[in-house]
């Protein structure tokens, strides 16, 4: 025996079905652009030192991001970075250790320019070494 469908609930799967391609098409249209690859990488310590090195994005999911700092100069530091990009700010948070064996946490606000070669934006370290530092980050194609 054939069971009847009805029309109301045929036409109301139509509905949700094109509302949610819907949806998805302007998500797509207006997902905000990431920065991708590496960038150079300018830490300005307030009162110390200037620090260089590279930013590398690994990975994008949605609008977070996985990636690293490696800083070569005038000390090495390695830094794992995560964060999230809404609109245009890039908001890192990570962890450190440095090769003077000082570690601790990295976080950073970051605007990223329109044609995402840049960033800036200020930082700030809790070392346990030398208690709380900011300053200025710029990342640089």
Request: hydrophobic fraction near 40%; glycine fraction near 10%; include cysteine.
């Amino acid at each position: 025996m054939r069971t009847a469908v009805s029309r109301p609930t045929s036409l109301f799967g139509v509905v949700v079905l094109s509302i949610l391609s819907a949806c998805a098409t302007f998500r797509g249209a207006s997902a905000t652009p990431h920065m991708t690859g590496s960038y150079a990488a300018k830490l300005q310590v307030s009162g110390r030192s200037t620090y260089v090195g590279t930013f590398s994005i690994a990975e994008w999911v949605s609008d977070s991001l996985r990636g690293s700092l490696r800083l070569v100069s005038p000390l090495a530091v390695d830094v794992v970075v995560g964060g999230r990009q809404i609109r245009d700010t890039l908001r890192l948070n990570g962890t450190y250790s440095a090769a003077n064996g000082c570690t601790g946490t990295f976080a950073a606000p970051l605007v990223v320019s329109t044609d995402l070669a840049a960033a800036t934006g200020p930082f700030t370290l809790v070392d346990k070494c030398a208690g709380t530092l900011t300053g200025q980050m710029e990342l640089k194609r």
